[in-house]
């Protein structure tokens, strides 16, 4: 077995589970398994997965306690058998031309331990907005300006390098494979509830410079507006933090250069914890005391580490 294919799910509609697993069976290309990891979802949820997953070949159901996306996702690379491991959610799609590039990628992706494809974000209703055009495969490999280049995108998605037409190369785990033994020795960070996939990218980055890049969309990325990262939520301002002190280490290590990325990453978590607590019906609060906490809340760590630096310069 090449590849192994890991789906987490967590009460997902069945029609989402359905196409996400119906667009990984639109080529000849079958040398994959696909693991549905059904992270304790309801009763009725489960048993629809057990249900519709004898329709799809090469493909298991594993029903865990509910424990999050991070626990989850290491579980299925702890039953993965394939030589190299993806990722997918259960409410997107792949493309056909990532399974085309899959079959050739067969035969060359043994000289690297990641190989990263892109992402294209579509508005839910036109999931079927991709390429038409299938292309040859282009294998490039990422030299030293280029794992620079792609450490740095790791934090504000900002390099022109990783980015071509509408796809990009994303900070999420899916629209790349890795090395099973390598994804074996850097899990996903349980503690975190938002980023833990943005610093199982970074552990990669630290562990490896046998990396290449395929310039095809590979990924639907369909639009979720109650995703974790995006519905309202109470607790986001512990979220964000317990992300951003997280990242931290790896600017630091760094020496600086990704300081301007790791500023661009916190005025993305402040834009999130505005618009996904402050502005929703959860904060009740009158307009004058929610500018007074916010105020609060970036005058203490770790946002004091650089905002102050950056407003005392007028940026």
Same mark, same amino acid.
């Given at each position: ?7 987490? !799910? %967590?009460?997902?509609?069945?029609? +989402? ?33 057990? &249900? =519709? ?14 424990? $999050? /996306?991070?626990? #989850? ?20 799609? !792949?493309?056909? &031309?990532?399974?085309? +590039? ?9 000289? %690297? ?5 892109? *992402? ?13 055009? =299938? ?10 300006? $280029? ?17 071509? +037409?509408? $796809? ?5 785990? !899916? /629209? ?18 938002? @980023?833990? +996939? ?9 562990? #490896?410079?046998?990396? /290449?890049? !395929? ?47 790791? *500023? ?7 834009? /999130? ?6 502005? #929703?019906?959860?904060?009740?609060? @009158? ?15 770790? %946002? ?9 310069? @007028? @940026?």
């Amino acid at each position: 077995m090449f590849y192994s294919i890991i789906i987490p !799910v %967590y009460n997902n509609e069945v029609s +989402d589970v359905r196409r996400c697993l119906d667009s990984f069976y639109r080529s000849s290309f079958n040398d994959f398994e696909i693991l549905v990891m059904d992270d304790g979802s309801k009763k009725e949820c489960a048993r629809t997965l057990d &249900q =519709i997953i004898i329709e799809y070949p090469h493909a298991s159901v594993y029903h865990l306690a509910h424990g $999050g /996306a991070a626990k #989850t996702r290491n579980e299925g690379i702890h039953r993965a058998k394939g030589t190299y491991i993806c990722f997918a959610d259960a409410d997107d799609m !792949v493309t056909r &031309q990532f399974l085309l +590039d899959l079959a050739e990628l067969k035969k060359y992706a043994c000289d %690297y331990d990641v190989v990263y494809g892109l *992402v294209h974000y579509v508005k839910k209703g036109t999931e079927q907005e991709e390429n038409p055009h =299938i292309d040859s495969l282009e294998l490039k490999k990422i030299d030293a300006k $280029g794992y620079r280049e792609l450490y740095r995108h790791m934090f504000d998605l900002g390099s022109p390098l990783y980015r071509k +037409d509408n $796809g990009y190369v994303s900070r999420g785990p !899916v /629209a790349r494979i890795v090395k099973r033994e390598l994804a074996e020795k850097h899990l996903f960070k349980p503690e975190l509830v938002l @980023g833990e +996939d943005e610093l199982w990218n970074l552990d990669l980055l630290e562990a #490896t410079d046998k990396l /290449a890049v !395929v310039y095809h969309e590979w990924y639907l990325y369909i639009e979720n507006l109650m995703s974790t990262s995006r519905k309202p939520n109470p607790d986001f301002i512990r979220q964000h933090r317990d992300l951003l002190v997280s990242k931290l280490p790896y600017m630091q290590k760094h020496e600086g250069s990704l300081e301007g990325a790791f *500023v661009n990453r916190i005025f993305e978590s402040l834009h /999130a914890i505005i618009n996904g607590y402050y502005l #929703t019906p959860l904060k009740k609060e @009158g307009f004058l005391r929610k500018i007074r906490e916010f105020n609060k809340m970036v005058s203490n760590y770790p %946002y004091t580490l650089i905002t102050y630096k950056y407003a005392n310069r @007028g @940026g």
